[in-house]
Each structure stands twice: as structure tokens, then as C-alpha cells.
């Protein structure tokens, strides 16, 4: 199975942004700080607070957002040459080839930790923080389908 592609600006930032929100402590320190701004706002609500926790809460969870959401996709996207390029991947019996015009990398089925799938791209984990992504864009709904079932016979989900 082969498929060629480029990434677009826009798709990429939304799956750094997919890639963000899956990491367990980004979710962990979200839920902390939604239950901290949640709970100053009721207290402040009550008059039991001052208005600054409250503010401080709002402040945290707005600054968390725009780091999420804005800056590290923006400035990962800005800094990786990697979605400038344009690229072939073949998914082969023993392992997963890309090139592009500059050369080629093959990685073995078992390099890859864990798969999952965003509504525009197959994010293909080598560690936690190690990814490389495909976009759909381009596949048949025929090759998604049997693209994951390859991903989940050589990888799976875990």
C-alpha cells in the first residue's frame, strides 16, 4: 500500500493540537484547573472568596488554552521543515517506507508504540512524544479502512 501526500497548515495544527490534549498529564492538569476555576467561581458566587482566586482560576485556564490550542502547535509547525515537504509512504509487510526527493527511511512494524486515528490524519507513535502523521486527505475510504486494519494487526492501539 502506497500514498502520497503534503500536509496543510490548518489540518496539522489541529492534530498537534489532538496530539496535546491526548497526553495524560495535559488532561489531568486540565481537569485540576477546571475544578479549581469551577470551584472559585462557586465560592466567589457565594461570597465565600475574594474575587482574585477566582480571577487567578480564569486567568490559569485562559493561559492553558492558549498555550494549547495556539502557541505550542503554532510554534511546532513553524519550527519542524517536516510539513513543508511532500512525501510517499508504503506500508509493507515488514515495515513502513518513506521518502521523499531528499531520501528515504524505512522503520521496522515494531518501532511503532501505538496508533490512533484524528478525523484528519493516522498519528503513528514511535514513543510518547515521538510521532509522525498521515493525512487522509487523498485516500479512498477503501484504503482508510484497510490502512487500519493493517495499523491494527502490525501496531494496535494499546
Known amino acids: 500500500m502506497q500514498h502520497s501526500f503534503t500536509y496543510d497548515k490548518k489540518k496539522v495544527i489541529q492534530a498537534l493540537r489532538y496530539h496535546f490534549i491526548q497526553r495524560p498529564e495535559v488532561r489531568v492538569l486540565l481537569v485540576l484547573v ?31 488554552v492558549v498555550a494549547f490550542w495556539y502557541l505550542l502547535p503554532n510554534s511546532i509547525y513553524k519550527r519542524a521543515a517536516t510539513f513543508r515537504d511532500s512525501f510517499t509512504i508504503y506500508f509493507n509487510e515488514d515495515d513502513v517506507m518513506l521518502e521523499n526527493p531528499r531520501g528515504q527511511v524505512r522503520w521496522n512494524w515494531t518501532r511503532f508504540s501505538k496508533f490512533f486515528e484524528s478525523p484528519h490524519f493516522f498519528h503513528l507513535y514511535f514513543d510518547p512524544k515521538s510521532f509522525f502523521i498521515v493525512p487522509k486527505d487523498g485516500m479512498s475510504e477503501d484504503f482508510r479502512h484497510e490502512l487500519r486494519g493493517v495499523l491494527n494487526n502490525k501496531i494496535g492501539r494499546k
Open 34 to 64: 477546571n475544578v479549581f476555576a469551577i470551584g472559585s467561581a462557586i465560592l466567589f458566587y457565594t461570597k465565600k472568596i475574594r474575587p482574585e482566586p477566582f480571577l487567578l482560576g480564569s486567568t490559569i485556564w485562559l493561559l492553558l
